[in-house]
Structures are given as C-alpha cells and as structure tokens.
C-alpha cells in the first residue's frame, strides 16, 4: 500500500484555482442576473410607455368630445364653458399598474388643460404667400413692446416667415401685385419659369414657436415666455382672429389698435363677469374700442384648440402637447400631436 504525500506548494495552487473558478462562476452568474434584471426593466419601461401614449389618447379623444358637444351648445367660446376647466392631478383606476394587489394605491396619475388657441397671437399672420403684412407686423410689434423686448423683433420675424412661405404665381404679362388664380402646373397658360424654380427654394415653414430661434435677437429665455402668448396655426383664408373672451389683456392691447394696457385688463376683468356674446355686443359694451378694429380681425368663436396633457406613472412621464381643429359642423380633427 502506497501513500501519497503532497508537496505544501501544490495544495496552495489547488486552493487559489479552486478560488479563481468560484470567482469566474460567481462574476458569470451575476452577469447573468444583471443582464437579466435589464431586460426585465427595458420591458417594463417599453410596457409603461405604451400604457402612457394611449391614456393620453384617450385624454385627447375626450377632449374632442368635450369641443364638439361645446360646438352643439353656443357659438360663443369662453373661459366659463367646461372644455376651460382645468383637470388637476387625478389618479387613474388600478388596472393600468401591472402586478398591484387591488388594496395599493396607484402611483398613475392624469392632468392636464385645453387651451383656446386663438387666445394667442398667430404668427403665420404676419405673412401671406411670401409677402409682408405691415399691419400685422405693427401687432406684433406692439404685442412684443408690451412684454418689455424689442419692436425691431417684429420685422425680422416677418421676413423670415414670408422666406418660409410659397410666393404667389403671377401670369406673364399681368401686373406684379395681381397673383394668378391657378397654380403654375394646374394645366392652364401659366408655365414654369426659372424665376419660379428659384422661388420654390424657401426656409422651413414656422409650426412652432421654437421657430423664433432662427430669427436674430431672440433668445430661449425670450422665447419661453413668449409661449403663453404666440403660437404658430395654420392659416386657410385671412388672418387668424383672436377671440375676445378669452386673449390676455398683452394680447388684446396689441390685436386693438390704440387700446392700453390698463384699458384691456379692464376688458378682461369685464368679461369675467359677463363674457362677450358677439361683436355687436363688444361695440355695445366697448365702442371706442370697436372702432378701432373689425371682425376680421376679433371674434367671440374658436376653430383651433391646444389640447395640454401629462401622464405620471412610477417613476417616469410623459407630457404631450395636441392642436385640435374644430370646424363649423362642430367636427374635430388632430392636426399634431408633440412631446414637451
């Protein structure tokens, strides 16, 4: 019978190789586990996600309601009807938190506001197929005069929005300030020249107020409040009005040619208790003030609504911004909808 005997050196290296391997197991199995633990997080996440776009959905499509029934009721839109009530934090039902038992409290909750967006002055006014207009870069001017900037502002904002803008397609031979009817390539006379060509290459439109960023002298800081009383709309025919129950008083004095700051929160504060039925009741109740603008310029409706709406769920959220447009026929249609 034979007995082996181990040098001292030979069982320290098996005890730091068995040592090494453990290491090796234990680094390999936590990876294991952290990539696992990631990937569970990544699909809770993307889960939370889809959760939050379409509770927002929803918000939107009941707002819509809410726009379209108003539409029903009266012509007349104001900060008294219930599309301008604001919705403050409201926690939502249970079953949009995956894996609660039905006695916790839900961490989800829904606010958010509809705003009348034609209680803001719309920049696409200032210009019309590629041209200035003077008198709406004069608003302009004296809406950025009452909020302490520059009136300068207003005329590079002009130019810059008539660059993003087509120009109108005029005839051989007519004069320069009569544009054509009929666009260029609708089969009629009117053909393509290389002035035309030219003309096509413009700036981007303006959609948004961020947009006042491409135009010197602006700043973020100048821009950030600017939010609360321009915005950027699409533009059918004419100008866009601005809606006389529901513009801030900065707005109003600056619409209203001649009109004071301290005249237009008197107005404001006069239609809190009474809102305006119509423009013959905005000349009865203010008729120096009528005098000094006309229909095409105020009304007492809105078309184009702001739809504001923030999801908390956990720890993430989500805030969007919707542009609603109602038509005549009390209709709704998303025009965008954007992340904040």
Avoid at 154 to 161: G, K, P
Avoid at 292 to 299: I, P
Avoid at 305 to 330: P, T, W
């Amino acid at each position: 019978m034979q007995i082996a005997f181990y040098h001292p050196r030979q069982r320290g290296v098996a005890v730091v190789t068995a040592l090494l391997l453990t290491t090796l197991a234990i680094t390999i199995v936590a990876s294991l586990f952290w990539q696992q633990q990631v990937q569970v997080r990544s699909i809770e996440n993307q889960r939370m996600q889809l959760q939050k776009k379409w509770i927002l959905r929803g918000a939107i499509d009941w707002a819509r309601l809410i726009l379209r029934e108003d539409k029903k009721q009266s012509n007349v839109d104001h900060l008294g009807e219930p599309w301008a009530v604001r919705l403050e934090d409201t926690r939502l039902d249970q079953y949009v938190e995956n894996g609660r038992a039905d006695t916790d409290a839900s961490d989800a909750s829904l606010s958010g506001q509809v705003i009348d967006a034609q209680s803001l002055y719309n920049l696409n006014n200032l210009a019309t197929d590629g041209i200035v207009d003077g008198r709406e870069t004069a608003v302009f001017a004296r809406l950025l005069t009452n909020l302490r900037f520059s009136g300068d502002l207003a005329q590079r904002t002009a130019d810059a929005i008539a660059q993003s803008q087509p120009k109108a397609v005029v005839p051989k031979g007519a004069p320069d300030s009569a544009p054509a009817s009929a666009p260029a390539n609708s089969g009629g006379n009117v053909k393509n020249t290389s002035e035309d060509a030219q003309a096509a290459v413009q700036f981007l439109r303006f959609t948004q107020v961020d947009d006042l960023l491409s135009v010197p002298g602006f700043t973020p800081e100048m821009v950030n409040k600017l939010r609360s009383y321009v915005i950027a709309l699409p533009r059918k025919s004419g100008i866009t009005t601005i809606n006389l129950n529901t513009a801030p008083a900065e707005v109003l004095a600056a619409r209203i040619e001649g009109m004071s700051l301290s005249d237009a929160a008197m107005m404001v504060a006069s239609r809190e208790r009474a809102y305006i039925s119509g423009f013959a009741d905005f000349e009865t109740r203010f008729p120096d003030k009528a005098k000094m603008t006309s229909k095409k310029e105020v009304d007492t409706s809105t078309n184009y609504f702001v739809v504001n709406g923030k999801v908390k769920m956990n720890r993430s959220l989500m805030d969007v911004s919707a542009l609603i447009e109602r038509a005549e026929d009390a209709s709704t249609t998303v025009l965008w909808v954007r992340d904040n």
